[in-house]
């Protein structure tokens, strides 16, 4: 009975955790499709292929602790040896983080143009694929919880290259937003928003798949499916958050208001207006960053500044 707590008893939260997970991603997905109407079709059903993923995972994961504490109950060998069904986590997980991993590689070739980078992102998520695959024929070639630490070189290459591609995909995109900085305060404070998520949704991913192989490294207890089973939902849920929060990257009406509020200040005191840069923050797919050489959200357009400050300066020239 101790065995069966100490090994099943890891399973269960990871599943209950993993379900958890899923139960924000259809959140996200019912948000995605209600806000985003107009994101093209192949965004849509990227969008749709991750959430079925998500479901089929979610759904293999709770058959796989029904099977031997439901159906097999009482079946010593059931508790002890793991299902094809189980095996299809390692693998679900992997291709769900490849097709995650892919994403954020496409975004950043759109965002720096740098395909050193973008080859390194994606040569570490196919191997972590590579690994992940692995490691499911590995469970069906060794389905004995105990010794589970026979096939660890190909969990190590799965988890050591999900961690990298993750780590080169923060690293990347804050160092890109960093760099085009605009110096407007309104634009940075965008900036920073998105930083900061970068940098959140990056390093939990990361430090979830560090942490799962140091503990399974460090024991045969199966306390490292704490962390594997909801691996997956992470990762979905990473990429929807990502996605849902282009609505809150633009400006609010109180800050365009203040900032056109702002452009009038002189008129009929005699002092000539401050020309005012107004910057487009795009919500698409292909310009969600700062860049203003590329494909950036933030644009400016010459013409239209130097027509308003020319109207402001005649509205200025009258007001006296």
């Not at 079925?52 to 002890?80: E, H, K, M, R, W």
């Not at 105990?146 to 050591?160: A, D, G, N, S, T």
Request: charged share 15%; glycine share 6%; net charge neutral.
């Amino acid at each position: 009975m101790a065995n069966l707590a100490s090994r099943y008893g890891p399973i269960f939260i990871g599943v209950v955790f993993n379900i958890l997970l899923y139960g924000i991603m259809i959140t996200q997905t019912f948000l995605y499709f209600a806000v985003y109407k107009n994101d093209r079709f192949w965004m849509k059903a990227f969008v749709g292929l991750l959430f079925l993923c998500d479901t089929i995972n979610c759904a293999l994961d709770v058959a796989f602790v029904y099977i031997p504490l439901v159906s097999d109950y009482g079946n010593q060998d059931a508790l002890n040896t793991a299902t094809w069904v189980f095996a299809t986590d390692p693998a679900m997980t992997a291709i769900i983080a490849l097709l995650v991993q892919m994403f954020f590689a496409w975004r950043v070739k759109v965002l720096t143009g740098n395909w050193f980078v973008v080859g390194f992102i994606a040569l570490c998520s196919i191997c972590q694929w590579c690994g992940g695959l692995g490691t499911a024929i590995a469970v069906g070639m060794i389905p004995e919880f105990v010794h589970f630490q026979k096939f660890e070189v190909i969990v190590i290459i799965w988890l050591v290259f999900s961690a990298l591609a993750d780590t080169a995909i923060t690293l990347a995109l804050t160092w890109h937003l960093r760099k085009h900085k605009t110096g407007f305060t309104v634009t940075d404070d965008v900036v920073d928003r998105i930083i900061r998520m970068t940098v959140q949704t990056g390093l939990v991913t990361a430090l979830c798949a560090i942490i799962d192989l140091i503990a399974f490294l460090a024991t045969p207890t199966g306390i490292h499916l704490i962390f594997n089973l909801p691996l997956s939902k992470l990762y979905t849920n990473s990429l929807m958050s990502s996605l849902n929060s282009r609505a809150g990257w633009g400006y609010s009406s109180s800050a365009v208001q203040a900032m056109h509020d702002s452009s009038r200040i002189g008129v009929g005191t005699g002092r000539r207006p401050v020309p005012q840069v107004f910057i487009d923050v795009e919500t698409h797919e292909e310009h969600e960053m700062v860049d203003q050489d590329r494909k950036g959200i933030i644009q400016r357009d010459a013409s239209s500044i130097e027509s308003f400050a020319r109207q402001a300066g005649k509205d200025g020239a009258n007001a006296v």
